[in-house]
């Protein structure tokens, strides 16, 4: 199963970026041994007002058998143990393609989100956008540790 991080808005040089490199790094390397492909990260940028199609576009370009997750402080919280059980039920499911979508500081009501989308909240607090970057990126590498059983996640 391959993980898609679509976002709002390019993250430029420095501390974020280099965080979210890390933990991707990090993801591909442990999680190939359990079926999980090399990360993707999509940006979406230029004018609001495209955003939407260049979504679609990049939805589209993902192919069949996707599950799409919005972060959204709506959405639904896990523990990390929950999330990890929640990839490994997807990838055992058939899913090829998991689409994590980060809007930018307002939020996605600017983007056409498919109707079959999940919530995801990452908690009850509300991170900036470049933040939730680092953190999506962080429990996706978590989450494929404690599927690997390394010494990463403690409880």
Known sequence: MRVHLVAVNRMRPGPELELVTRYLERFKRTGSNLGFLTPVMHELTGAPSGHASKLKRILDGIGSSLVVCVLDEKGVQYTSRRFAMRLLQWRDSGVRNTAFIIGAASGTGTLDVPNSA???SLGKM???HMLTRV????QLYRAVSILANTPYHRE
Do not use: D, K, R, T
């Open 126 to 128: 509300v991170f900036p």
């Open 118 to 120: 999940q919530l995801l």
């Open 135 to 138: 953190i999506l990126a962080e």
